[in-house]
């Protein structure tokens, strides 16, 4: 397994090895003992979350400060671009984000750690996304923030304006939004 810090350390990209021939292809999408060797991190999950959403939808950006949600996140039909945002105050890189095109094709997945929110662009005609978490989904302690929110200034590729959840037109903005310590 292949990984790539990104420009905020602690959010990863894990390339799997894998093996193909004429028949098609085999790959761990998970392995604890690789994941431990190749990260450093020892996570245990405890739910599998799939989702569909077709083009154009944008899911987040969600994050839960009681309960928090370790997320690798992977696409297995379609592509998405993949967004962390920093939500610890604490941390130098409070406020930032990064993101990451994953799709189906490129295999890639995204270790997002506890303290961030996340979200994502669908930008293929539909998309399925699985993605593992360290606690379990708590809606009383769900947060949001806005996607399009200044300060953050993620760039989305998107033309137009993305199809939101009504939770998700209503999400605060970085200033105002619940954050870690």
Known sequence: MKVTRLSIPDVMVLEPKVFGDARGFFFESYNGRAFKEATGLDPIFVQDNHSRSVKGVLRGLHYQLRQPQGKLVRV????????????????????????????????????????FAHGFLVTSDAAEVLYKTTDYWAPEHERGMAWNDPALGIGWPLNGTPILSAKDQQAATLARAETFA
């Not at 379609?78 to 962390?84: E, K, L, S, T």
């Not at 920093?86 to 994953?102: A, H, N, Q």
């Open 76 to 115: 297995i039909a379609g592509a998405i671009f993949d967004v962390a945002v920093d939500v610890r105050k604490s941390s130098p890189t409070f406020g930032r984000w990064v993101g990451e095109t994953l799709s189906a094709e490129n295999r890639k997945e995204m270790w997002i750690p506890v303290g």
